[in-house]
């Protein structure tokens, strides 16, 4: 089953500008993570944020969490190129569709 | 921090034969190994999960006697694909994780197309 649900599916930016995506979930869950995709290669994983958790940093990172919503989002700020890459968020071992991210320099 | 080594990283084989993927975790002991299958543009799709020294638990779907994993020691675990048919073409990745890990860490993946 897939339960982390992103949005959108993809998301066009300038460099510089942030980026947000989220992502919605179904059943309850120990924490919720997020990992980056470049093209054709393995999973990068970027940041954890348990469910007693509301907000997570990580240098360009942010991250949150309402489990009332069971929902997260992430925020890439001051984008660059090379921020671009699909975004999956996974709740236990379950992926979510990604949300695909381009930069344009 | 933990590596995960996944070999081939792509293999292109004839309809019939079976290919074998390892997956290695180069510095620490996986209790628990994963392997998915991505079709292009979609999103990862857990194929079976395998605990170190016990048979893999296969996810609804997913023949068991088509995608055969063994994971015998703590640092290996490996996918063998019998019988390929075009349609089993795809990027299969493992991931790993620790004993008390939260996180998984991912091979590189390894494209397989049938011919």
């Known amino acids: 089953s897939q339960q982390g649900e992103e949005d959108p599916q993809a998301l066009s930016i300038q460099e510089g500008e942030n980026a947000t995506m989220n992502c919605s979930y179904k059943t309850s869950i120990n924490n919720l993570q997020w990992y980056r995709q470049n093209s054709g290669r393995g999973l990068v994983h970027l940041i954890l944020?348990?469910?007693?958790?509301r907000e997570k940093h990580s240098g360009r990172l942010r991250v949150t969490l309402d489990t009332s919503k069971k929902s997260s989002s992430l925020l890439i700020t001051a984008s660059r190129a090379a921020d671009t890459a699909s975004y999956f968020c996974a709740t236990d071992y379950d992926f979510g569709k990604g949300t695909k991210l381009t930069v344009n320099p | 921090g933990a590596v995960v080594s996944q070999h081939p990283s792509w293999v292109i084989c004839k309809s019939g034969t079976s290919v074998k993927i390892e997956c290695r975790s180069l510095?620490?002991?996986?209790?628990?190994m994963f392997w998915y299958r991505q079709f292009p543009k979609q999103s990862l799709m857990l194929m079976a999960t395998?605990?170190?020294?016990?048979?893999?638990?296969?996810e609804q779907g997913v023949e068991k006697d088509k995608f055969l994993i063994n994971h015998a020691s703590l640092t290996l675990s490996t996918l063998t694909v019998t019988s390929a048919h075009p349609e089993d073409s795809s990027f299969y990745i493992c991931?790993?994780?620790?004993?008390?890990?939260?996180?998984?860490?991912f091979g590189a993946g390894s494209r397989l197309t049938v011919l």
């Open positions: 944020i348990r469910s007693n958790e």
């Open positions: 395998s605990n170190e020294g016990s048979k893999a638990t296969y």
């Open positions: 991931s790993a994780q620790g004993s008390g890990a939260n996180v998984l860490t």
């Open positions: 510095d620490f002991q996986a209790t628990t």
